[in-house]
């Protein structure tokens, strides 16, 4: 009830400004001039002229909401599209790094070692690997005993090698770490690695 009183107080008013304004005046003076028939002829042409402009209105509106939902179409099918790439993708994925792992496996653990080195950035002539020792076996994996030699390297690559290694698609633990600096005052070393590397049964590198 409150808000239609307001309103009606504001039409009210909205209605005597209008009426005192001067083209209103002399619109108004026009009308009374005009003779009954002419009335008609105006009020007609402004029914039509207010339903022509009701009409476009309309027609505008649905455009914009067919406009809104072919939108909305669009991208409902993109996100559904790029969600069933993301699956395809991590598919893949998942399919390569089975693949990797295997491939991984199958290869002799000198060649994982010095490959992970490399990775390490560790040159391949800084680097020494003694033969492979047996470990203890159980029923399902072998243990492998390598001593890794590294001449002349600085603290970032053994550090870096020895997380690469623990946290590869191979598993391996550091058993032993040692380090000469030779008092080199430019931070070369030379270090020895002790680790053991495990092969799972049926999935044993050489």
């Known amino acids: 009830m409150e808000n239609n009183s307001r309103l009606k107080l504001w039409l009210q008013?909205?209605?005597?400004?209008?009426?005192?304004?001067?083209?209103?005046?002399?619109?108004?003076?026009?009308?009374?001039?005009?003779d009954p028939q002419s009335k008609i002829y105006v009020k007609s042409g402004g029914i039509t002229v207010t339903l022509l402009f009701i009409m476009v209105f309309t027609l505008n509106s649905m455009w914009n909401v067919h406009k809104l939902k072919q939108e909305i179409k669009e991208k409902s099918d993109l996100i559904t599209l790029i969600e069933s790439s993301h699956d395809e993708i991590k598919r893949l994925q998942d399919l390569s790094n089975i693949s990797n792992s295997d491939t991984q496996n199958s290869v002799p653990w000198t060649s994982y070692l010095e490959t992970t080195a490399t990775t390490a950035g560790i040159e391949k002539a800084s680097l020494t690997i003694d033969a492979e020792k047996p470990g203890p076996t159980t029923d399902l994996s072998k243990e492998s005993l390598f001593d890794i030699n590294l001449k002349h390297v600085n603290i970032k690559q053994v550090?870096?090698?020895?997380?690469?290694?623990?946290?590869?698609?191979?598993?391996?633990?550091?058993?032993?770490?040692?380090?000469?600096?030779?008092?080199?005052?430019?931070?070369?070393?030379?270090?020895?690695?002790?680790?053991?590397?495990?092969?799972?049964?049926?999935?044993?590198?050489?």
Do not use: C
Request: proline share 3%; glycine share 6%.
């Open 13 to 34: 008013r909205l209605s005597e400004k209008i009426n005192e304004q001067t083209w209103f005046q002399q619109l108004k003076l026009k009308w009374d001039e005009l």
């Open 159 to 206: 550090v870096r090698y020895i997380f690469q290694l623990e946290s590869g698609n191979r598993p391996v633990k550091i058993r032993n770490l040692k380090i000469d600096t030779h008092s080199d005052p430019t931070g070369y070393m030379d270090s020895t690695l002790s680790i053991s590397a495990f092969s799972l049964k049926g999935k044993e590198g050489s």
